[in-house]
């Protein structure tokens, strides 16, 4: 049982390290008690759907926008200063946030407004924080450490919607999110705490070559393209981007949840938390039982198989709903609960599972000069990709079905995932013990 659980070792042998993980697990709570709050929000001064799903794109263009040229920061100033001075910037954010609430200005296009402030900092400090990490520990211990970052994530993102719906209702949206801004001081903390932490230079950065003093380089879009045709040379890491965009944009089921549980399954919105919870809980499972998996040497071979793992269960839950049918039943199908439940429950710990080992192979193989750039492309297609699934799976959904939906979009990830494989080898037989990019 030992070698299964979760490795510890990351919080032990770096204080620094785990005093972040600490800090940002404990604001990453306080961060989704705001996502859910700002939502409930908007939905009471608006009555539309459409206003609460106009926050999703709020907060997706300015991340996309930023996220590149956030990594480029990383890459030339001292990540804890970059981290630090976001951080701020995000704490004074979520406190204007809870301001307009104790103020009760009603104002939904503020709400916006400071909802892409939030993002746009976000997409600067997530690079920052990320590629700070190898810097406090041994590349071997990356997959434990991802674990456990994966674990306190899971853990917000299953307590956190929670927690946010119940201080809404209890008190008010002030309550909420003055609870947050006071989590997010842990953050703050930890990130104050953090050694410098100067970007590394390449040996051909200076005018000199090796040894010489590196020239200082002005951050703008030639910075941000250097990284991206790095990616381009880089058939590895750039794969770790191309089979997760295949799970995220092919096969994210999470826009056929309601439907499932108003049309399908019945229980209507009680039913949607329980497999939006299913799907937390597995990654958490995953995690906590990783013991195991963080001293796999193939990690290519983890990420293919876990996204097979994939893709087979979000068909398996369209396929629960293709055989129930949307029937309206005024009644729980319980049985056909538990079954798209455990689909989920599978998917989440995939799902999982992969993005350690992504997040590993990328930490591990990046040089530290590109780390923040790559971390930056990195933060795009996980904020991007789901985003794009949902608009996928949603137009599938309108064509021929959620259940269809979600089977053809599982299918379609196996077909491209193992296509990119046959294409790309060199991922496959990804060696952890010699990292090459």
């Known amino acids: 049982m030992p070698r299964l659980i979760a490795d510890l070792t990351p919080l032990r042998v770096s204080p620094a390290f785990r005093r972040l993980w600490w800090g940002l697990g404990v604001s990453n709570i306080g961060t989704q008690v705001t996502v859910v709050a700002v939502g409930l929000q908007v939905y009471a001064l608006t009555g539309s759907t459409l206003a609460v799903g106009t926050l999703g794109i709020a907060a997706l263009v300015p991340l996309v926008a930023l996220g590149l040229y956030g990594g480029a920061l990383v890459d030339h100033y001292d990540r804890r200063r970059v981290s630090l001075l976001a951080s701020s910037v995000l704490w004074l954010v979520t406190a204007a946030i ?6 009760d200005v009603g104002s939904v296009n503020l709400l916006y407004g400071l909802v892409a402030l939030q993002s746009a900092a976000f997409a600067i400090n997530n690079p920052a924080r990320t590629s700070i990490v190898p810097r406090l520990l041994e590349p071997q211990l990356m997959p434990a450490a991802n674990a456990l970052q994966t674990l306190s994530m899971n853990v917000a993102l299953t307590g956190g919607p929670l927690i946010g719906a119940t201080l809404v209702g209890w008190g008010g949206y002030g309550i909420a999110y003055t609870l947050d801004a006071l989590l997010f001081t842990a953050a703050l903390w930890a990130v104050w705490r953090l050694p410098a932490v100067p970007p590394e230079q390449a040996l051909d950065d200076g005018a000199g070559g090796a040894g010489a003093p590196p020239r ?47 049309l399908y399954l019945g229980g209507g919105a009680t039913t949607t938390g329980v497999l939006a919870a299913g799907f937390a809980v597995g990654g958490i499972l995953a995690s906590v039982f990783s013991g195991a998996l963080v001293r796999v040497r193939w990690q290519g071979r983890v990420i293919v198989w876990a996204i097979t793992s994939w893709g087979v269960c979000v068909a398996l839950f369209g396929a629960v709903l293709v055989v129930v049918g949307p029937g309206s039943p005024d009644g729980v199908l319980w049985g056909a609960v538990v079954l798209a439940g455990v689909a989920l429950l599978l998917a989440g710990g995939s799902d999982a599972i992969s993005s350690v080992f992504r997040q590993s192979i990328l930490q591990t193989a990046t040089p530290d000069h590109m780390r923040g750039r790559l971390q930056g492309v990195f933060i795009v297609v996980v904020a991007g990709g789901p985003r794009l699934g949902e608009m996928v799976l949603g137009t599938e959904a309108t064509w021929f079905g959620e259940g269809w939906a979600a089977v053809v979009g599982g299918l379609a990830c196996l077909v491209v995932l193992w296509l990119v494989v046959r294409l790309q080898p060199r991922f496959w037989r990804y060696d952890a013990h010699h990292p090459e990019p």
């Open 216 to 262: 200082r380089r002005v951050v703008g879009l030639g910075s941000v393209l250097d990284g991206l045709r790095y990616l381009a040379t880089r058939p590895n890491v750039r794969t770790t981007f191309v089979v997760d965009l295949a799970a995220m944009v092919l096969a994210f089921p999470r826009v056929l949840w309601p439907a499932a549980g108003a």
């Open 98 to 103: 809870a301001a307009q609430a104790w103020l």
